[in-house]
T-cell receptor, first 115, second 115 residues
Framework: AQSVTQLDSQVPVFEEAPVELRCNYSSSVSVYLFWYVQYPNQGLQLLLKYLSGSTLVKGINGFEAEFNKSQTSFHLRKPSVHISDTAEYFCAVSDWRGGADGLTFGKGTHLIIQP | DADVTQTPRNRITKTGKRIMLECSQTKGHDRMYWYRQDPGLGLRLIYYSFDVKDINKGEISDGYSVSRQAQAKFSLSLESAIPNQTALYFC??????????????FGPGTRLTVL
C-alpha cells in the first residue's frame, strides 16, 4: 500500500517570500509523484509531475519540486510567491500498476499569502 | 467552454432523498472518476470507470452508485442521502495511457449539503 503525508495543513507566507510545501510518501514499489493545486472555488489542476529522469521538476506558475528517493520526499518550492498563489496544494502518488486505485492524495496544504 | 463540466454546482437536499450528480467531458478521455473532498481529509475515490463497460469501486463506494452512459458521461447517485455525505464532489478524467502516469483533469465540483 502507498500513502502520502503532507506535513503542514496550513502555511502562511509573506508576499514575495520563498515557500516550501512538504510531501513525504511511502510505497513498496517505484512511484510517480504529482502536485495538484486547487484555487478557491475551482477544481484541481496539475502543477507538475515526476515520472522519471531528472529529479528536479519544473511546473507551471514558477513552481518546482525535487524528488528525493532516499528521503522519500517530493517537496514543492517557489522562490517568490504572489497573492494569486493562495490555494490548496495536494501531493499525490501512483505506481506502475496504474489504474485509479494507484493514485493516492495527501490531505492538502493551504498556502496563505500575506501582503 | 470547460472540458469537464458538473451539474448541479450546488445542491441542498434532505435525508433520505435520491440525488444524482452528473459529469460530462469533451476531452475524449476513456477514464472517468468520482471523488469526494472533505475538509482536512483530501480527496477520496468513490468510483472509477476505465470505459463504458468497466466500472470499479474506489475507497469509499458504500452509499453511492454510478452509471457510465457514454464515453463522455459519468453520473454519481446517492440512493438515500444522509448528512455525512455532505461534501464537495469532483469528477475527473484521464486519457488512460496507463501505468500510473496519467494526469487527471478535474471538473469544478458540486457542493452537496444533506440536511
Amino acid at each position: 500500500a502507498q500513502s502520502v503525508t503532507q506535513l503542514d495543513s496550513q502555511v502562511p507566507v509573506f508576499e514575495e517570500a520563498p515557500v516550501e510545501l512538504r510531501c513525504n510518501y511511502s510505497s513498496s514499489v517505484s512511484v510517480y509523484l504529482f502536485w495538484y493545486v486547487q484555487y478557491p472555488n475551482q477544481g484541481l489542476q496539475l502543477l507538475l509531475k515526476y515520472l522519471s529522469g531528472s529529479t528536479l521538476v519544473k511546473g507551471i506558475n514558477g513552481f518546482e519540486a525535487e524528488f528525493n528517493k532516499s528521503q522519500t520526499s517530493f517537496h514543492l518550492r517557489k522562490p517568490s510567491v504572489h497573492i494569486s498563489d493562495t490555494a490548496e496544494y495536494f501531493c499525490a502518488v501512483s505506481d506502475w500498476r496504474g489504474g485509479a486505485d494507484g493514485l493516492t492524495f495527501g490531505k492538502g496544504t493551504h498556502l496563505i499569502i500575506q501582503p | 467552454d470547460a472540458d469537464v463540466t458538473q451539474t448541479p454546482r450546488n445542491r441542498i437536499t434532505k435525508t433520505g432523498k435520491r440525488i444524482m450528480l452528473e459529469c460530462s467531458q469533451t476531452k475524449g478521455h476513456d477514464r472517468m472518476y468520482w471523488y469526494r473532498q472533505d475538509p482536512g481529509l483530501g480527496l477520496r475515490l468513490i468510483y472509477y470507470s476505465f470505459d463504458v463497460k468497466d466500472i470499479n469501486k474506489g475507497e469509499i463506494s458504500d452509499g453511492y452508485s454510478v452509471s457510465r452512459q457514454a464515453q463522455a458521461k459519468f453520473s454519481l447517485s446517492l440512493e438515500s442521502a444522509i448528512p455525512n455525505q455532505t461534501a464537495l464532489y469532483f469528477c475527473a478524467t484521464s486519457v488512460g495511457a496507463g501505468g500510473g502516469t496519467d494526469t487527471q483533469y478535474f471538473g469544478p465540483g458540486t457542493r452537496l449539503t444533506v440536511l
